[in-house]
Each structure stands twice: as C-alpha cells, then as structure tokens.
C-alpha cells in the first residue's frame, strides 16, 4: 500500500537556526504534497504545499523541494522563532476532480529554542 | 477556527459500546474526510465523502463506518470498539470539484475507550 517515511521524528534547533524535514513516498500517482503544522492541543493546519509539475516553492521562510524521480520531497525553514515549535506532518497523495487521499507521514516535532 | 465543528469534543465510554462522532464541514464544502491521531502514529486516513458519496477509502476497520447527509454532514460510527480504538478522531472538509483545495481540519473529537 502507500507509505510515506518521514524522517527525523525530533528535531531541535537553536532560534534563527535552519531546519530540514524530509520525506519519502511509495506511490508514483501521487501528485499532491503537502506539509500541516500541528501545535500542541491543536488541529493541523496546512502551511505549504506542492504539485508534482513544480520543483520547489517558497512562501518568506519555508520552501519546499520536490524531487518526482526520487520520489522524495523536504521542508526547509530558514531563520527559525520560538513559535515554529511544533509537529509538522508531511503528506502525499493523489487528487483528482472530487477526490483527494492524503497518506501522512508520522511527524517531525520541532523545538527551537531561544 | 477553521470553520470546521466536530461534537462532541470528548467521549469516553467502554470496550464493546458503539458511538458515533459529527462533523459539520466549512460552509460551501463538499468533500469531508476522516482522519485518526494515535499518540505514537501520525493522521491515519480512514474515508472520503464527496457531495454524499464514499470516494476513497484508507485503513477504515470493518466495524467503523461513515455517511455523508444532503446537507453535508457527516458522521463517524464505531462499533464493537476496543481499547485501541482510543485516539483523536479528526474530520476535515474542502471545497469543491477543483483540484489541490486545502484540508481544513476540526478541532477534533478525543475518544477514550476504557
């Protein structure tokens, strides 16, 4: 079946640091990805995402890569706050015209300290 | 708030009762899914509904099941449940028939099964 790894599962950086998640993904349908930020006691909320026509996107300090061959894809946030500490899930998976089926990955929690 | 409700916002009951969770997409919305946090796994897939149909299905156990109403919205029926069966149930909703619309999660249902 669909498996996405996502890898580390802790990460701890110091304030103003850069962090990299990345994460790999079985099925080669797939062509939507997208990363959710999960703050404790919190619901996930989505903060970029990417299509499988595009390489690389970036919104101020978070970008995301896409690499289709190898079927991996990374989260990069530069110039890291306090209040980026969080679970950050990535996802991949197919959509199509009313249809969409996300496989996430098992989270990266991410401390950054002061 | 994402626009997204989910009743109720705790339930606890015990091994073998059957309950059933509610979630009322944004406004607008068609499409709604369900999602399982455990604490030692990432979101876990359990369905789709678009518009009233089942469109994708993920690692939905037998004794789960789930419906989409005419007016959008949905609910989550456990049965027989078991001690794992404890988690926090998410549902999820997005818009219409374009491609790539964004997940907007509920504040999620906390199920303990004792």
């Known amino acids: 079946g669909e498996n996405v790894e996502q890898h580390p599962s802790t990460l701890s950086v110091q304030e103003g640091d850069s962090a990299v998640i990345k994460c790999t993904y079985s099925?080669?349908?797939?062509?939507?990805f997208p990363w959710y930020k999960q703050e404790l006691g919190k619901r996930p909320q989505l903060i970029i995402d990417i299509r499988s026509n595009v390489g690389e996107k970036k919104d101020q300090r978070i970008a995301v890569t896409l690499n289709k061959t190898a079927k991996h894809f990374s989260l990069h946030i530069t110039e890291t706050q306090p209040e980026d500490s969080a679970v950050y899930f990535c996802a991949a998976g197919r959509v199509n015209t009313g249809f969409q089926k996300l496989v996430f990955g098992t989270g990266t929690r991410l401390l950054v300290s002061p | 708030d994402s626009g997204v409700t989910q009743t109720p916002k705790h339930l606890i009951t015990a091994t073998g009762q059957r309950v059933t969770l509610r979630c009322s997409p944004r406004?607008?919305?068609?499409?709604v899914y369900w999602y399982q946090q455990s604490l030692d796994q990432g979101l876990q897939f359990l369905i789709h509904?678009?518009?009233?149909?089942?469109?994708a299905k993920g690692n939905i156990l037998e004794r789960f099941s789930a419906q989409q109403f005419p007016d959008l919205h949905s609910e989550l029926n456990l049965s027989s449940l078991e001690l794992g069966d404890s988690a926090l149930y998410f549902c999820?909703?997005?818009?219409?028939?374009?491609?790539?619309?964004?997940?907007?999660f509920g504040p999620g249902t906390r199920l303990t099964v004792l």
């Open positions: 406004s607008g919305d068609l499409s």
């Open positions: 509904y678009y518009n009233g149909e089942e469109r």
């Open positions: 099925d080669s349908a797939s062509n939507y």
């Open positions: 999820a909703s997005s818009g219409g028939p374009a491609l790539y619309n964004e997940q907007f």
